[in-house]
Nanobody
Framework: QVQLVESGGGLVQPGGSLRLSCAASGSIFRPYVMGWYRQAPAKQRELVAS???????NYADSVKGRFTISRDNAKNTVYLQMNSLKPEDTAVYYC????????WGQGTQVTVSS
């Protein structure tokens, strides 16, 4: 069984930065894809960024150039560095592991507001 625990959300002003973390515990087998998703009120959950076990990354057009996904294999942790945040980035952010099975974290709230 794999558990994913997100952290790092909070309230930030427009133009600010946050770094989200997703710590994974349990046995994780390659190949896999780690993804960050977000869901704003009354909207569908959408992919923000993903990182495959082989190293390839993918970003939503709305965050390209502002967000960066990365990982620390020693800590079994995936990060989402978010810069130049905008009010429209406000959402609950979830991490997802897709491998032999699919796992979701509990989510962390990001609010961008002045």
């Amino acid at each position: 069984q794999v558990q994913l625990v997100e952290s790092g959300g909070g309230l930030v002003q427009p133009g600010g930065s946050l770094r989200l973390s997703c710590a994974a515990s349990g046995s994780i087998f390659r190949p896999y894809v780690m993804g960050w998703y977000r869901q704003a009120p009354a909207k569908q959950r959408e992919l923000v960024a993903s990182l495959a076990s082989g190293g390839s990354t993918n970003y939503a057009d709305s965050v390209k150039g502002r967000f960066t996904i990365s990982r620390d294999n020693a800590k079994n942790t995936v990060y989402l560095q978010m810069n130049s945040l905008k009010p429209e980035d406000t959402a609950v952010y979830y991490c997802k592991l897709t491998g032999r099975n699919t796992y979701w974290g509990q989510g962390t709230q990001v609010t961008v507001s002045s």
